[in-house]
């Protein structure tokens, strides 16, 4: 099955500075790549998607690049304020969707 | 649109003693998902279902956990006998689309902590 890795798994940067997080993926079949915000005591929710057909997506402050070749991609959040700071998942779909680890994102104010 | 709910929000057991977990989702969602997330960690597919039918139930430890989809809306996960392990966070979510390369939308989960 899929196997999905992501680093780093904390990251603390300054407000207003940029912070990206990557992850890799095993299935060469996975087409959809979800990036989720958890919340202390909520349930994750969806920040931005990319699917297969689709190299890079952004959306204001965020954006997230995919390369099929190396089975990686990457989440790019950049002018990071406090509100960010949350456990940040990647996942690869192929029929079902497999997590990464997380990154616990710290931004000093 | 109201979204996906879940119940009881905590729940502490002895182990060897069952729970389980009610999951809600969004109304017309035809996939379903249940997640176990330990703590520190990524959350981990137990089972997925499409309408009442079970597409990938590869991660469920059949011994002790077992799921249904009732008429295809609400779903029901069960754990018997619980083990220390078991303590959790397990996530409900529900998508739209029946092939599940969709949005993914999640309850805010169910706390589990084996005693």
């Known amino acids: 099955g899929e196997n999905v890795e992501q680093h780093p798994s904390t990251l603390s940067v300054q407000e207003g500075d940029s912070a990206v997080i990557k992850c890799t993926y095993s299935?060469?079949?996975?087409?959809?790549f979800p990036w989720y915000k958890q919340e202390l005591g909520k349930g994750p929710q969806l920040i931005i998607d990319i699917r297969s057909n689709v190299g890079e997506k952004k959306d204001q402050r965020i954006a997230v690049t995919l390369n099929k070749t190396a089975k990686h991609f990457s989440l790019h959040i950049t002018e990071t304020q406090p509100e960010d700071s949350a456990v940040y998942f990647c996942?690869?779909?192929?029929?079902?969707?497999?997590f990464g680890a997380g990154t616990r994102l710290t931004v000093k104010p | 649109e109201a979204g996906v709910a879940q119940s009881p929000r905590y729940k502490i057991i002895e182990k060897r003693q069952s729970v389980a977990f009610w999951c809600n989702p969004i109304s017309g969602h035809a996939t379903l998902y249940w997640y176990q997330q330990i703590l520190g960690q990524g959350p981990k597919l137990l089972i997925q279902f499409q309408n009442n039918g079970v597409v990938d139930d590869s991660q469920l430890p059949k011994d002790r956990f077992s799921a249904e989809r009732l008429k295809g809306v609400d779903s029901t996960l069960k754990i018997q006998p619980a083990k220390l392990e078991d303590s959790a966070v397990y996530l409900c979510?529900?998508?739209?689309?029946?092939?599940?390369?969709?949005?993914?939308?999640f309850g805010q989960g169910t706390r589990l902590t084996v005693v």
């Open positions: 996942a690869a779909t192929n029929n079902d969707m497999r």
């Open positions: 299935d060469s079949a996975s087409n959809y």
């Open positions: 979510a529900s998508s739209l689309v029946e092939t599940g390369v969709a949005e993914a939308f």
